[in-house]
């Protein structure tokens, strides 16, 4: 795909990539061999009929090309950017094996943005109310899908989010270079529009517990409070001043714009030299922030090798275009401050790679060397898991795990009317399948209403 | 939004304002607090809840002017409404039949204490109340203190109200004279610091109030983090009150000063450009 010219994006925060144009997309799609059992479709979380919305592209009806991701797809805009495309989709597209899969997510980003280009007004849906009140907790993907699917099935669905601002990840965590807010908005006044309410500044568990919810007025509940609390190293000065956690650095900037302080009051530290720890979509995005906000040298430490980084490939291949510079094999052991608290190095141990582990890649292990990076910021960005506020307050609700609810492939948890998705019962996931969740459960959840009549 | 009802000097730089807020009122234990955010373009802060009213469904918060955010809630009106609220966060104060509580407050401290004082009065705890400030004029809510605790002591840095020093001189008196089960302080870092040290001293158990920064509030940023008997905690969630005999002072009074330039930057910015005077509140 296109993107911009890395010397001046990695300044600023506008969009890297930018999208096949129409004749690049139609000659895209000529590539697809129309399988008779595609094997792209099996690799899609929520089985989107690939090959059909190819065919429409490749027919120049893109209209109807997006109508056919509809079906699956609340947020193609969304996914065709984020999904790791090849690790599902193109991953499993049977071209793959000789030369290049066809480029499903450059294309289905290509039909929703050229909907919006063309300001095409949304096919008004009818929808029979029915009067009936779900609760939706959590904004991100998995219960912006759920929502959606479950007011054009006629319910009455409120969504409750935490913070002031609705879209979960998609608003506070992934950067605007590279899933622009106007996105995130218009898809979110699309589902408004089905007649969604969404109440900001609700904590679940706090400003009500999902028992009162319930006794009050709603007669389901929908959890997708997504696996927001970060998970860090424990080790000596991760305390330090100018050692972030990668979710407050993100925060601070995408959700609070404080890349515009001091128009907007939020600040956050600009450094020189930033070693942002981990490998991950949220490391790659922590150091091209940095980057953007005028870093002159960004390392990413990661304790494996480049092939193990669990990111996109599609973000390191940026990330590395903007000149920030890989550490591998390499895992922090103490951060080192000055006499006023403030971080002045990192020191690693070298890794050497041994056999593999459940995972599936090779285990990391000390060589017994170690090194020192001076840098003046540090961003730990090493995962997250489930934040217990609201699952505390549920009792006798099954959890597994560091505090993720144990639910069915629908949704189920072993609570009648309570069902969750997302992060916060997989663990931290994908945009995709935190949606995919979300549409079962709300299915899931018209089964058990009609059930108690 | 969050409509301001009653707006009230209570000191020089502190204001006390109640805010319509009917379900975090329902809600609020002592010991929690809200985070707000004025306008579209404001930063999320934290503010303990003074008081709180579930018929009225209103909350009251205590905040001393000393950054642009604050400057800029102080000046709102009467009438109108804060652009977001959200809350009660943070964990309640265990309240417990204590024996002899006495509760230390510096300057605007006094919010979070007063709360946990009528808390501990309905749990029937003999409370003593010690309040400090500079002068008289900067002690907070001393009238309403001396209505609920069963005494109240109060220290100014030039004896115009009470005894001249510090609260420490005055807790000292208390724990030499009188039997003292816990301690509660909150304030300033460096006060609770000296609270903590001499009640250390007499192995009293202690609970101190921490006012880490913080981001969201929910425990998902990791900014409220402080180091409570060598373990990080995030005061948002696990907090804001921790045994005041484990937690790490230095550090947390180091992180505290970490944004020191933007937010001087912040306040000359706007004092420059609208002297406070501005119509739009950003
Ligand atoms: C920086 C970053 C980059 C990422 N990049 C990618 C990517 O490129 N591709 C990809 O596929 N995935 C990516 N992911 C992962 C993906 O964003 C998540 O898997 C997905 O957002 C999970 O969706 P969710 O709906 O379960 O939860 P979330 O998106 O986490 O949303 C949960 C929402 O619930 C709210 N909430 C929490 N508790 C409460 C409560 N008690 N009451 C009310 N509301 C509450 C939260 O404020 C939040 O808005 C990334 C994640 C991060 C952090
Ligand atoms: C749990 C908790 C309860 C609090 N309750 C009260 C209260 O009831 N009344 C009151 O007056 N103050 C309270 N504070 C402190 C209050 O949040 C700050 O005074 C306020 O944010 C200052 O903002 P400012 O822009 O006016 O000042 P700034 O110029 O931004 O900062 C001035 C000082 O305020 C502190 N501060 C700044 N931003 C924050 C932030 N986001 N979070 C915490 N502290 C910050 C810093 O230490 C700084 O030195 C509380 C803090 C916490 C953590
Ligand atoms: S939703 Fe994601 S995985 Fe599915 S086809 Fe689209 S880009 Fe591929
Ligand atoms: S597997 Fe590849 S070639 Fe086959 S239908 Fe899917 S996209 Fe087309
Ligand atoms: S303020 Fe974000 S974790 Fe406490």
């Known amino acids: ?453 | 939004m969050f409509k301001i009802l009653h707006r009230e000097t209570v000191a020089p730089q502190v204001i006390s304002m109640t805010i319509e807020a009917p379900y975090i009122a329902r809600h609020a234990k002592a010991g929690n607090f809200v985070v707000i955010r004025i306008n579209e373009k404001g930063e999320r802060f934290p503010l303990t809840i003074a008081d709180s009213d579930k018929e009225q469904g209103t909350i009251t918060l205590l905040f001393q002017k000393i950054g642009k955010t604050t400057e800029v809630l102080g000046k709102m009106k009467t009438g109108s409404s804060i652009r977001d609220v959200v809350g009660p966060l943070g964990h309640e104060t265990p309240i417990q039949e204590y024996g002899h509580c006495v509760l230390v407050g510096g300057g605007i401290g006094s919010a979070t204490l007063f709360p946990i004082l009528t808390a501990l009065k309905e749990k029937k705890n003999k409370a003593t109340t010690i309040l400090g400030a500079r002068t008289r004029d900067f002690l907070v809510w001393p009238d309403k203190f001396s209505k609920h605790a069963d005494e109240t002591l109060l220290t100014t840095d030039d004896g115009s109200s009470g005894r001249k020093g510090l609260v420490t001189d005055v807790l000292k008196e208390v724990i030499e004279t009188e039997t003292v089960h816990v301690v509660i302080a909150v304030g300033p870092v460096r006060m609770m610091q000296a609270v903590s040290a001499l009640t250390k001293n007499y192995s009293i158990k202690t609970l101190v109030s921490l006012n880490p920064l913080m981001v969201e509030g929910t425990g998902m940023c990791g900014a409220c983090r402080v180091t409570v008997g060598g373990v990080t905690r995030f005061a948002c969630v696990e907090g804001p009150e921790f045994d005041a005999h484990e937690v790490d002072f230095q550090e947390l009074a180091n992180r505290l000063g970490f944004y020191r330039d933007e937010e001087m930057e912040s306040l000359q910015k706007y004092k420059t450009t609208c002297k406070g005077k501005c119509k739009k509140t950003n």
């Open chain 1, 1 to 453: 795909m296109r993107a911009r010219d890395p010397q001046k994006r990695r300044r600023d925060f506008k969009e890297v990539a930018l999208g096949l144009t129409q004749a690049q997309a139609m000659k895209e799609a000529k590539r697809c061999l129309q399988c008779k059992k595609p094997k792209c479709v099996a690799g899609c979380p929520v089985e989107i009929d690939i090959p059909k919305f190819i065919a429409a592209i490749k027919a120049g009806d893109f209209k109807g090309g997006l109508g056919v991701i509809r079906n699956y797809n609340m947020l193609p805009a969304i996914c065709g950017r984020v999904c790791p495309q090849e690790n599902q989709c193109q991953g499993n597209c049977i071209l793959s094996k000789k030369s290049k899969p066809v480029a499903i997510g450059a294309l289905e980003r290509f039909v929703a943005d050229y909907e919006i280009k063309s300001k095409a007004k949304d096919e008004p849906v009818t929808i029979k109310p029915n009067g009936i009140k779900i609760a939706v907790i959590g904004s991100g993907p998995a219960g912006l899908t759920a929502a959606a699917d479950l007011a054009k099935l006629g319910y009455e669905v409120t969504i409750f989010e935490a913070l002031h601002e609705p879209g979960g990840v998609l608003t506070y965590g992934i950067p605007e270079f590279r899933l622009p807010k106007a996105i995130i908005h218009r898809e979110i006044e699309r589902i408004k529009k089905l007649g969604v309410k969404i109440v900001v500044n609700w904590v679940v568990g706090r400003t009500e517990t999902i028992e009162e919810l319930i006794a009050e007025e709603f007669r389901a509940v929908f959890v997708g409070v997504g696996a927001g609390s970060p998970k860090y190293m424990k080790i000596p000065g991760e305390n330090l001043n100018n050692v972030y956690f990668a979710s407050e650095f993100l925060t601070r900037v995408n959700l609070m714009k404080a890349h515009q302080f001091p128009a907007y009051d939020t600040p956050v530290k600009r450094a020189k030299r930033v070693a942002v720890v981990g490998g991950g979509n949220v490391a790659m995005d922590a150091a091209r922030t940095a980057m953007r906000l005028g870093a002159e040298k960004v390392y990413i430490v990661y304790r494996r090798t480049e092939e193990e980084m669990p990111c996109r490939l599609e973000e390191v291949e940026h990330a590395k275009e903007e000149g920030i510079e890989l550490v591998l094999l390499a895992n922090p052991k103490e951060i080192i401050g000055d006499e006023r608290g403030y971080v002045k190095a990192i020191k690693c141990d070298k890794m050497i790679l041994c056999e593999t582990d459940e995972s599936g890649r090779r285990k990391p292990s000390c060589s017994g060397e170690e090194f020192i990076l001076d840098v003046d910021q540090v961003i730990m960005a090493i995962g997250q898991t489930s934040n217990p506020i609201l699952v505390k307050t549920i009792s006798g609700l099954d959890l597994w795990g560091a505090g993720y609810i144990k639910t069915d492939y629908d949704g189920k948890t072993n609570i009648p009317g309570i069902f969750a998705g997302g992060d916060i019962s997989t663990g931290a996931a994908t945009v995709i399948s935190a949606m995919g969740a979300g549409k079962r459960a709300a299915r899931a959840i018209d089964g058990y209403i009609k059930s108690l009549r």
